[in-house]
């Protein structure tokens, strides 16, 4: 079975720092993707990032980058140049790709993340 | 950008009443998915869609929960007869089809409130 494990409940850092946010997964599937996603306050769930476990290089975009070891089975996201903006909880996620059912996306019990001015 | 809509943001409704949680997916979308969140909690998944039938359905949704989608364009998640610990923010998603990589999206999300 898929999990997804998130150790650190709460995060602290300080504004214009980068941050790193953990994130493990297990599953036996050779094929997966990883997802990161944002929820502020206000409860919507927002994309930020993925990562493909055939893909060759960490995925970027804009200040998110995605370090991904496979073997390790981790995934770990990178914010750079934290802003005050970035304060929520993050979802790390996990999709079985080998299925021809695109299957569900399973979430790990998320970090809150605060950005302190 | 395309997005996945939802309606209602909020809804407070009496226990035993019937719920319908509207949403609409990103057009060229074929999959689609209903999570839910209990306050403080971690996301779960509900349900899949594809191909006009449920794909998938997880241990939550029992025969109080059903799916459809009316018009080919809404998607619906009805509660027949809401209990309290259905109380929750209920995420609509949806992704299209595409080798290799298939992100999905969400919606805002319905708070639902069982009184």
């Known amino acids: 079975a898929q999990k997804i494990t998130q150790t650190q409940p709460g995060m602290f850092v300080q504004e214009k720092e980068a941050v790193t946010l953990d994130c493990t997964y297990d599953t036996s599937d050779p094929s997966y993707g990883l997802f990161w996603y944002k929820q502020p306050s206000s409860g919507e769930m927002i994309f930020l990032i993925y990562?493909?476990?055939?893909?060759?290089q960490n995925a970027t975009e804009g200040r998110y980058s995605l370090n991904f070891q496979k073997a390790r089975k981790s995934a770990n996201l990178v914010i750079s140049a934290s802003q005050l903006g970035d304060s929520a909880m993050y979802f790390c996620?996990?999709?079985?790709?080998?299925?021809?059912?695109?299957?569900?996306?399973?979430f790990g019990p998320g970090t809150s993340l605060s950005v302190i001015p | 950008e395309p997005e996945v809509t939802q309606t209602p943001s909020h809804q407070v409704t009496q226990m035993g009443q019937e719920v319908i949680l509207r949403c609409v997916p990103i057009s060229n979308h074929l999959y689609f998915y209903w999570y839910r969140q209990i306050l403080g909690q971690k996301v779960e998944f509900l349900v899949s869609?594809?191909?006009?039938?449920?794909?998938?359905k997880s241990e939550i949704f029992d025969d109080q929960f059903s799916v459809e989608r009316p018009d080919g364009s809404n998607f619906t998640l009805k509660i027949r007869s809401t209990k309290l610990e259905d109380s929750a923010m209920y995420f609509c998603?949806?992704?299209?089809?595409?080798?290799?990589?298939?992100?999905?999206?969400f919606g805002e999300g319905s708070w639902l409130t069982v009184v």
């Open positions: 998603a949806s992704s299209e089809e595409i080798q290799g990589g298939n992100t999905i999206y």
């Open positions: 996620a996990m999709r079985d790709l080998a299925k021809t059912s695109y299957d569900k996306v399973i």
């Open positions: 869609f594809y191909n006009n039938e449920i794909s998938e």
């Open positions: 990562q493909g476990s055939y893909d060759q």
